[in-house]
């Protein structure tokens, strides 16, 4: 088969029945569609928005016209298809062109609409998300065992780097209201390595580590440093599949939205929030001691409006 043939191929449906019911959504769509699942960077993205944004154009262009106009390098354009399975821009030209003479033959006002419709797009995107970690929570044994774990690390050590740090971040200092001793590591290298040893020096049991897209070498890296050192590894990522995955005792997958220039984080922010609950629930005394003991601190002090 051709490169050409295997293009077509992949903007199509494989069956007959399918390839109808791809021929019956929006242009938009089926070229969204070739973008969906896969981890694209953020220059990436930005060619991507472009071509759903000027299809009928954009497929007719050359890759030097088409990386001038979505302020990339031709480089990027040719990385950007290959990211997508094609053997190269022209191969993925080859399947777009035909999208975008049916939107031409359509309505007039399709293009427009998409533009207008972007951005609720991202959001039933972020919907869908957000119902697979409501099917997780169909059994909450899970959650609820993971929480217990990290609830009775004595300290807990929590790792998010790169992008991953903000997710971190939150739940350390969600943590800290209801856990003696939690240990925030947002740095890679001989940074987490010293950080891990020294929280599994203490007493430490478990690690709880964050791995959004683009997954950090550097993660890696830290997992399997917390895995020699005899730290256990609970996990939150995108992937049900992968070497972070292999290096975690246990992963919770929650996906992120890819709609959009840069990712947003609603179902793992609720995952986040749900394993706090647990932990919160896990020693009951413990945090309501802790919690009444940080609101009296917060009015003496006057910590809020």
């Known amino acids: 088969m051709s490169s050409g043939q295997q293009a077509r ?48 154009e954009a497929a007719f262009l050359s890759i030097t016209e088409l990386a001038e106009r979505a302020g990339v390098s031709q480089p990027s354009v040719t990385r950007f298809a290959a990211a997508l399975g094609f053997s190269g821009y022209p191969a993925l030209r080859e399947v777009l062109q035909p999208i975008a003479l049916s939107a031409v033959a359509g309505s007039p006002d399709g293009r427009e609409q998409t533009r207008r419709n972007e951005l609720q797009a991202a959001v039933d995107a972020e919907i869908e998300n957000l119902e697979n970690v409501r099917r997780l929570f169909a059994d909450t044994n899970q959650v609820l065992d993971i929480g217990r774990e990290l609830a009775r690390s004595v300290p807990l050590t929590v790792l998010g780097l790169r992008i991953s740090v903000s997710l971190a971040e939150y739940f350390a200092y969600a943590a800290r209201r209801i856990h003696p001793d939690v240990r925030l590591v947002t740095s890679g290298g001989s940074v987490a390595f010293d950080a891990l040893l020294q929280a599994r020096a203490a007493g430490g049991s478990w690690v709880l580590a964050f791995a959004m897209p683009r997954h950090a070498k550097e993660t890696l890296a830290a997992l399997r440093v917390a895995r020699r050192a005899g730290l256990r590894v609970a996990l939150i990522t995108d ?3 992968g070497p972070l995955v292999d ?31 647990a932990m919160a629930d896990a020693d009951p005394e413990r945090t309501q001691t802790r919690l009444e003991g940080y609101e009296q601190a917060a009015d003496q002090h006057g910590f809020f409006l």
């Open 9 to 56: 191929a992949q903007a199509a449906a494989i069956t007959p029945s399918g390839q109808a019911a791809d021929h019956q959504r929006a242009p938009a769509d089926r070229v969204q569609a070739l973008f969906d699942g896969h981890q694209l960077s953020p220059g990436q993205r930005r060619i991507a928005q472009y071509l759903v944004d000027h299809l009928t």
């Open 239 to 241: 992937r049900t599949l």
């Open 247 to 277: 290096e975690a005792d246990v992963a919770l997958t929650a996906g992120t939205g890819s709609r959009l220039v840069f990712d947003s984080y609603a179902a793992p922010g609720l995952l986040s929030a749900a394993l706090l609950q």
